[in-house]
């Protein structure tokens, strides 16, 4: 089997840069070329921005790793011109099981929304991300677009000045200094980046290891994903099965604190385990196997002065709802425009602010829904042990108890409520599209209404007037110009005006609500487009 | 917000009283553990409200008084 991991994706090129007297000023450099540096690259690229990212190896990550990517990455990946190769080659699911004991208690169905482009989720290896995302920068260089991978370009200092960033770089020809008017770090909890200015990353550790391990085999398992708690092959612990594409399984064991990793991770005592949880005579072949500990934590500020943190360096959270790589995504999505209009002198800096203050509310929901289920997997008193088992005996017979079963709750795009970015709501509209909230898709005859809602202000009137073009202190907003009539499946209607006639909604070039009104209102859309640039 | 009621309430109580100690007849100390737990969750759910579920695990807590 061909593995993508072992092949260079951006071998090592000497840059001009490690040969200029002077060093070299860039708009915007990366650190760390995962799926949140890749997209926060092709994000700015895609707007004009000049990028360059740089990253100690020269490979895809190795193994499978995040492997659960959600509606809004996908909806995300859309607007970075790369969605369809991982819908293309991504494991569609939305059935899963919940076991006890010995016994199945319930299954379930997500029951996708109707309506909307993307499914709920999709399973698919990080390196198949990564590389579906390296190859939309190859598109992109192709076309011209700013922007650059330096593989084997280790970071190994940092200078910040107040209107720059200055780099000590190491690569296998020596090493050189390299400038840019802006830093994005992006790799990974462990971040250099983050050591080298000296900022804590304050949380909770968990207690607890798990084994992860990625088997291919040819078995009869549904795409289902399959939770067990207290299971006979693994007593008093977890266990999660999960497909992925290319026959590849993940499967997640709980080991407990008290264990030796390196023995737990040699194949002779991983391979019995897998035999128990899967049976006897079930061929599979072992590609991947890593243990882990894992953290639930998240730096005070995700910006320093021209130095802003996305991704795991900023925040991490346990592995059970998927809410690491997602919510990563989700900081570029909000990061992305904003650094824009910033770097065009568009928007005061302080809207960059707003990007640490809306992220960091989203890293404490994920740190607070992934700190819970683990709480639930894995119960830290013998009280809670006892009210997790009658949880899940009570799942069993009555379906009340189904929404008290935690083994991860997925991973969902926030809602900035409160944010500075907000107009106070006009409209008497329905609660998913206040102001705050990401925006709903809803069909749009063969189309769909997100692609259209991408990369710019737009001011998105249903059934209601307002000019084609709106300019404020240099922010364009174009007109969208829908009706309910536009869609039979009242998706639009349900989502957008409830009971009311018609609304004029303001959303941010990352398709969140920042206004709403009932109707259009010159001075009111004005100032909503001020608040919603970081103006007041 | 409504609020938890605190003033006498079940029509039967001796009777209540009686059927919560049968349930428990013949249950070692783990089994009725369980048995408590799972009648817990049960009630909790019929309830419902969430106001009133935090008065009242706040006025079982016997913190205030």
Redesign the interface.
């Known amino acids: 089997m061909n593995k993508i991991f072992d092949v260079p994706l951006y071998a090592f090129d000497r840059s001009p840069d490690q040969d200029a007297v002077t060093p070299v000023r860039h708009k915007v450099i990366l650190i760390g070329a995962g799926p949140v540096g890749l997209a926060a690259a092709i994000d700015l690229a895609q707007q004009g921005v000049e990028v360059v990212v740089l990253d100690e190896n020269d490979k895809v990550s190795f193994g499978s790793r995040a492997i659960c990517f959600s509606q809004r990455t996908l909806d995300i990946a859309n607007r970075l011109g790369c969605g369809q190769p991982l819908l293309d080659k991504g494991v569609r699911w939305d059935r899963g099981k919940v076991f006890f004991d010995n016994r199945q208690v319930y299954d379930f169905n997500l029951q996708p929304d109707e309506g909307v482009a993307n499914p709920a989720f999709i399973n698919l290896q990080q390196y198949y991300l990564e590389q579906v995302l390296v190859e939309r920068v190859q598109a992109l260089q192709a076309e011209g677009a700013p922007i650059e991978i330096r593989g084997r370009n280790k970071v190994g200092a940092i200078g910040t000045h107040d209107d720059h960033v200055r780099l000590e770089v190491e690569t296998p020809e020596g090493p050189y200094t390299v400038e840019a008017d802006w830093l994005i770090a992006c790799d990974g909890a462990n971040s250099s980046a983050r050591k080298m200015l000296g900022i804590d990353f304050e949380g909770r550790i968990f207690e607890d290891n798990f084994l992860i391990a990625d088997v291919i085999m040819e078995a009869d398992f549904p795409s289902e994903r399959w939770f067990w708690f207290d299971p006979p092959f693994n007593r008093g612990q977890s266990a999660l099965l999960h497909k992925q594409p290319d026959n590849v399984w993940r499967i997640d064991l709980q080991l407990g604190w008290d264990i030796d990793k390196e023995r737990e991770k040699r194949p002779e005592n991983v391979i019995p385990r897998l035999k128990a949880m899967l049976g006897e005579d079930v061929e599979f072949q072992l590609e991947w196997v890593s243990i882990y500990t894992f953290q639930c934590r998240r730096m005070e500020d995700f910006r320093r002065g021209r130095v802003l943190f996305a991704g795991d360096s900023a925040h991490q959270v346990s592995p059970f709802g998927a809410r690491g790589a997602n919510s990563g995504l989700q900081d570029i999505d909000n990061l992305g425009w904003k650094l824009k209009l910033v770097i065009d002198g568009k928007a005061p800096d302080s809207l960059l602010d707003s990007y640490n203050v809306e992220r960091v509310q989203g890293a404490d929901e994920n740190i607070q829904c992934s700190s819970r289920s683990t709480d639930f997997i894995t119960p830290k008193s013998q009280m809670s042990r006892l009210l997790r088992d009658a949880v899940l005996d009570l799942s069993e017979h009555y379906e009340f108890a189904r929404p008290l079963v935690n083994s991860g709750r997925l991973s969902e795009p926030c809602t900035y409520d409160g944010s500075s970015l907000n107009s106070a709501d006009a409209l008497n509209g329905p609660t998913q599209t206040r102001p705050g909230s990401v925006c709903p898709d809803a069909p749009m005859g063969d189309a769909f209404l997100l692609p259209m809602l991408a990369g710019k202000y737009t001011l998105l009137t249903i059934d209601a007037d307002a000019p084609d073009m709106l300019v404020e202190d240099g922010i364009e907003v174009t007109r969208l110009a829908l009706s309910v009539k536009d869609d039979p499946s009242m998706a639009l209607k349900n989502r957008y005006l409830g009971k009311a006639d018609g609304a004029v909604y303001l959303i941010r070039p990352d398709q969140y609500v920042a206004a709403r009104r009932d109707s259009y209102e010159e001075n009111a859309f004005r100032q909503a487009i001020r608040r919603a640039s970081g103006k007041e | 917000m409504s609020d938890l009621i605190l003033t006498p309430n079940i029509n039967d109580a001796d009777g209540f009283y009686a059927g919560l100690l049968a349930a428990h007849d013949g249950l070692d100390k783990a089994e009725s ?2 048995l408590n ?2 009648l ?3 009630l909790a ?1 019929h309830v419902g409200d969430n106001s009133i579920l935090t008065q009242a695990l706040q006025a079982a807590a016997l913190t205030d008084r």
């Open positions: 553990d369980a737990a799972r817990v969750l049960v759910n």
